[in-house]
């Protein structure tokens, strides 16, 4: 799966642990304490930590939590509008989302 690929990537980068569950539909209490457990896993406050999110879900849970989030289309989401998300990517690496373009952002 692209999307476990690209999450433990990122996860291999940041000395973490992922796995996405596609199987089951997402429980936003869930979503939202996982934000809360994963920027105090990494010891930041959580409007110092960016989702990286492929769903509405994820969205309004970084919204509740106060978290910046990117979003990352897929053929699922192509024609979805997120206007909660700081930002909309149709790719991750090349020209579109880099590790280094989100620690250079600065979030409003």
């Not at 990122?10 to 539909?25: E, P």
């Not at 879900?57 to 699922?76: D, I, K, N, T, W």
Request: overall charge positive.
């Amino acid at each position: 799966m692209e999307k476990q690929r690209i999450a433990e990537e990122v996860a291999s980068i940041l000395k973490l642990t992922v796995d996405i569950d596609t199987s089951s539909s997402e429980n936003f209490e869930k979503v939202v304490a996982t934000l809360r457990a994963g920027a105090e896993y990494a010891g930041l406050p959580v409007q110092n930590c960016v989702l990286i999110a492929g769903s509405q879900s994820g969205v309004l849970g970084a919204e509740r939590v106060g978290m910046p989030c990117v979003v990352l289309r897929s053929s699922l989401t192509a024609r979805a509008e997120f206007r909660r998300a700081k930002a909309v990517m149709d790719g991750f690496g090349g020209a579109d989302l880099t590790i280094s373009k989100l620690r250079n952002k600065k979030w409003s």
